[in-house]
């Protein structure tokens, strides 16, 4: 199939943030070309956008069910071969669910739904329809992400015991709701569901503890905070968490947290040996031991797993960043979907992105972490 | 008063780890020296300490109780001024209070003692006979954490919403009590009390949030493990806690946490900014804002405040470590000590150590934090 | 013009490392697609390349000279816009004349040439046809790298005193040559030119410190080494340079740092300021200040200046690496030949990116640095 | 010799930084007493510092001649067994020759003279008198100082190819001599000699280099700087070395890099691996290879070497600083001076501090670098 894999997109107008950078994670890699989008829920909006990305103006649309409509009806040479949904949270289940039913694979920003219900029914028409489908959980994207999760399964570490994630973030610390369009749907419970801070960041901690340690969290005892006046979602939260096999976790997440970016860090300690990773500086791992000094693991070294390196480009030394990162969940994702309509099996590493389990686990994680505040119990599982 | 205050000294002979430091830190400034001592229960080990730091055989004795006797009954103008006791947990109290009885001032390694009822008679005795007390939570006495201090007091965070305070280790990360004593009797619950990790690092997380933040924790939600098999005691553990104010905080402590040293580490936002110390890396303080790039406050630097400067001794770059912390304890106690001593106030600066009051509050934390593990409570309550 | 930027690729096939990033580079943005290209001396690696990368079959040349002659027959909705010359530094004269001829635009990697004769012609040729010329030092793209460029002239530093400029890699450490085929041509005077190190990564170095301090070396007093035996081109030096209006810098370079990565740095020191900046951590530009604390200022946060923010795609915390400072040398490039290929006057920031002066000052650097080695005289001129 | 050490200081009255520094680092391991001084050359000011520190009024000495003539006079059992000489530059010579020829054995602040010729004369009077001799090159005292040199001559690194030496100092950046006590002397060349800048750090700088190689330094071409108006001596240098057996380094000193602390910082690769040092966070030495990942070695681990944990006092992540390793030259020299004075031979590791030979090599240092700015020719040398 000599052709790049063919994507439209639903979101991403004028103000998004996280549009321009799907976009440009498709893109990176030359795999992917957009071929269509309904960018904005105001046509005019959705056409200025779809022009700055010299799209025809006949495969800019005015409705996203417009859209899939339309585009199931093109040929199969010319169709998109998958939708990227980028919209607010409050805005992924309706065309995630019909993208599904034409017949159309599907990425989608996390968390997967507004709820977890129906991230159960997305989940369900996922496996229903056979469908290859992408939750944009990024930063499981980055090598040495790859290379810690490696080093667990691989049993360097011994068997875990204690982890630790936090994800503080400051821009949320005063009430800028009114002038910032990022912050307000995502502090709105009509558009962001029921949790704030722990939908938009703690989801991505909670992700990357289980995709690092491949353990699953089994109870939770939390509490959250909204410590900005008349907000009315958390903007803040911690909780103790029990993992299967014994070890222990704590998840931090804040918006808070003055003057922090964006600072996702893990650290997993086994019997063995242990590990701490930061998204802000994520090119470098750091292993310890007990008996020999910690190392310094740094992308695309000769050293490396083959995983990592498979999701790195360039030498050692030249930093991969955020949009990388980005970049290999829809490199990976393109993979197996190439493979699959080309009728091939996708290769192991291909299959390697968060899709509708990861979705589900998310919403189940905030539907609990909020009910901890809701109830005198200790801990609440989070389990079927 | 032109000569050097008098030290005594209860504990600290062959392989003792504490006691060693506890000397360095009185001998560093030259305003303390010491004088007499009984170095172990073994009198001959006590002998042998004593020779190596050029002690007169009268002045070493074989039983803190000998010493005790004996010191009080040497005139004025000889006998000893405090004692500094730096046994395990389980020999604090008896020496503590029959020290004060006698008339001696006292420093005394923390925790302050092994449970909290002999905590509460103890800070009782102190109060009652007006001595002077000094309980090493070392930590403190860095100029960084001063520094820290005065600038949350100071308003320059604004009202302060969230602390995660964090004391990784991982020395205990396996069964070695048999082959190292400073880890045998940490284990032990008839030396260490109630609590391991918790009584033996804990304690110093929870007094330096309370230190720097000047708040008070209300309510704890906590876990304790015990990783290793067949230890009796926790080798780890976590809290969520409640400040009074509404701030929230996060207390982690592991002695499992393979392969880090002595990581204790503590961040504190407010309503305004943020601050972030480490104490592997003590003379860096950093302060984060809203609005404009994050600061790196260094030790003695001509901007730091007065407090923090007269904590330190050597121009900025030319780092002061753990020995100089434990010094500053030392310093400001003989400070306190001598204006005392010579029927003088003590200046406000010199009374800057931590006390009976901080024991008292660290022994709660202990006995509370265990509670955790007994009940299905979800929060326990720290105050009285 | 509502159409994606036309390029064409010299150079570029398996195995070489510059030419996916070039690709990447140029893709990242969506504002250029490749259409066509030579990509190996050897036709089929060339069409096997083209194919791999989508393009049609009669896009894909089997000489860059047929490529160039082809390309300007087309018609003008058609041909290439510009052309990309990627291969080692023995090819880039010829087919940048050529191009530039046959009347297109020219990115080009650095160093400019096998000569300085060569650059000074083709320098001249960039001029005389009024062509947009790229020379891809790519760590001048980095948002922080503009940031300080902004600093130095903006007079937050003061007059600028002291530079300090170092670019220690660590690959060459050994004969790998015949098992790496990047080394291979580096290390080859034939391929490579005069100096090995100091073309590959001396070079940037030297283009760094201009760049951000706006000061043109004078005079320079260095040493070349050649540590490993039998290789015939330098793979270490330093010198000491002393640059307009009285500054002095010290400029190290080395390819046998054993483990040291891409590990470009730069210090500047003027009279009331100092800043700091590395390329492995390149989103963070630390400011030092004589009398308060020093900041660490980060990519795209609200007070950095608009040009640093305008080379900037995501917010602050996702960290942009290597790539999107290479694809800010396209973008720029490409959004000032939109505006040529418009008939407009490209704004300022557009053409923000180095070009034919660039690379004529590289080429006399390296000229100048291989004549130390060869000359009693302390001090050689690095100006016409 | 059950019994202190006993000190002897000249110098070091008010508004000494070096003075105070010295007595805490003699006094830290409780291993020295100080017991006369002569502290400064106002009779007044000598005995309010001797009053300070608890000397015997007798014992307090006008001038330092009166001191050297009165304590030769005291019974062996009762006078001074060393004098520590802490003045200005231009004051080392005259009073260490004298205290030589009294039988004191001495100890020096660094640089060793005020020229080569009295460093040599100087060092020719140890040697004939056999007295131990410790020059105060403080940075050779830290454990991960020790621990790199180790690892050099062990071999560990293979052949030193590559050393980088950097000390830049920001505190000079300007005209402060009037206001500044530390600086006036320092800027003077009636107190400091030839160079200000490389006489106080330069020479600290090239010790470092070759105490940590084992390799000396054969020729030098540099070049010194004042940048700041009307100030006499050099505040800021470099220089390219060349070293014998091959190796190749760069020397960087200033103390005109505003914003800088104390930032002596060491590389050195050699054909196997490299390592790295920073004084500012002295307890890590990085060891860089190359086909596995660096490695952080941390002071006191139970991985470092034999000489590295016999320089350390507390356990691994309680940090080590300046006043520790300060410390480490006089309890070592003590250590040696022990045993020569119970008619021992000294351990090893007791004659591992800076003596004459060390003196000697910095005070040549210091007079061809100096030389560099006043010839035409390349390279100067560094040997007889």
């Not at 339309?70 to 607010?88: C, H, N, Q």
Request: with cysteine.
């Amino acid at each position: 199939m000599n052709r790049k894999i063919r994507m439209g997109m639903i979101g991403g107008g004028p103000g998004s943030f996280i549009g321009a950078v799907h976009r440009i994670a498709a893109n990176l890699d030359g795999q992917i070309e957009l071929v269509c989008g309904c960018f904005s829920s105001k046509p005019e909006k959705s056409r200025a956008t779809g022009e700055s990305l010299f799209l025809p103006p006949e495969r800019v649309y005015a409705s996203w069910e417009e859209m899939l409509e339309k585009e199931a009806l093109l040929p199969e040479g010319e169709r998109m071969d998958f939708v990227s949904i980028v919209t607010p949270n409050h805005v992924h289940f309706a065309p995630a669910m019909m993208a599904l039913d034409k017949g159309f694979h599907v990425a989608l920003d996390k968390p997967m739904t507004f709820s977890l219900e129906e991230a159960k029914q997305l989940a369900a028409k996922v496996k229903e329809t056979g469908k290859l489908f992408l939750l944009t959980h990024t930063y499981t994207g980055y090598p040495m992400v790859k290379e810690a999760r490696h080093r667990v399964l691989n049993g360097d570490l011994g068997k875990v015991r204690r982890i630790y994630v936090e994800y503080p973030q400051g821009w949320l610390y005063n009430d800028c709701a009114a002038t910032n369009k990022q912050a307000a749907w995502r502090v709105d419970p009509n558009r962001s569901g029921k949790a704030g801070c722990m939908g938009d960041i703690g989801t991505h901690a909670f992700n990357l503890a289980e995709y690092i340690t491949g353990l699953k969290a089994t109870e939770i005892c939390g509490e959250l905070q909204t410590f900005v006046p008349d907000r009315l979602l958390d903007d803040d939260g911690a909780a103790l968490i029990r993992y299967e096999g014994g070890a222990r976790g704590v998840l931090m997440a804040s918006q808070i947290a003055v003057g922090c970016e964006n600072s996702l860090k893990i650290r997993v300690f086994g019997e063995k040996g242990g590990l701490e990773w930061r998204q802000e500086e994520p090119n470098t791992l750091i292993l310890r031991w007990p008996d020999r000094p910690a190392e310094i693991v740094r992308t695309n070294n000769g050293y490396v797993s083959g995983i990592s390196a498979y999701n790195s480009r360039v030498p050692a030394g030249h930093p991969e960043g955020y949009l990388e990162a980005f970049a290999n969940l829809y490199r990976n994702f393109a993979t197996a979907l190439r493979a699959k309509l080309e009728g091939k099996e996708p290769a192991p590493e291909a299959l390697d992105f968060p899709s509708a389990e990861e979705g589900v686990r998310g919403m189940r994680f905030i539907e609990t972490i909020v009910s901890t505040n809701n109830t005198d119990a200790k801990w609440l599982k989070l389990v079927e």
